[in-house]
């Protein structure tokens, strides 16, 4: 069974973290294949986006499956009552 909400803000907000930390990590790693070695420290760290981006995206899409599997469970119990 497929549910039609829309994914929650949090979960968007991690795929869009773990979106632009994918973008950093192009930026960051494109210098290199012009023979420049020396990237700004700002540019290192916002690579990190993505792997909290996707954390998020996990954490909370596991929160939200939880959540409805939760009321499910409850609208079964009312259900059988």
């Known amino acids: 069974m497929t549910s039609s909400t829309p994914p929650r803000r949090a979960v968007r ?15 960051d790693v494109t210098p290199f294949f012009f023979h420049h070695r020396d990237t700004p420290l700002w540019l290192n760290l ?5 792997p909290i981006g996707f954390g998020v995206a996990v954490w909370s899409g ?7 599997q939760r009321a499910a469970a ?8």
């Open 13 to 27: 907000a991690g795929i869009t973290l773990f979106l632009l930390g994918l973008v950093f990590i192009a930026v």
């Open 46 to 50: 916002a690579c990190l986006l993505a």
């Open 62 to 68: 596991l929160a939200a499956g939880r959540a409805e």
């Open 74 to 81: 409850a609208a079964v119990l009312r259900a059988s009552d």
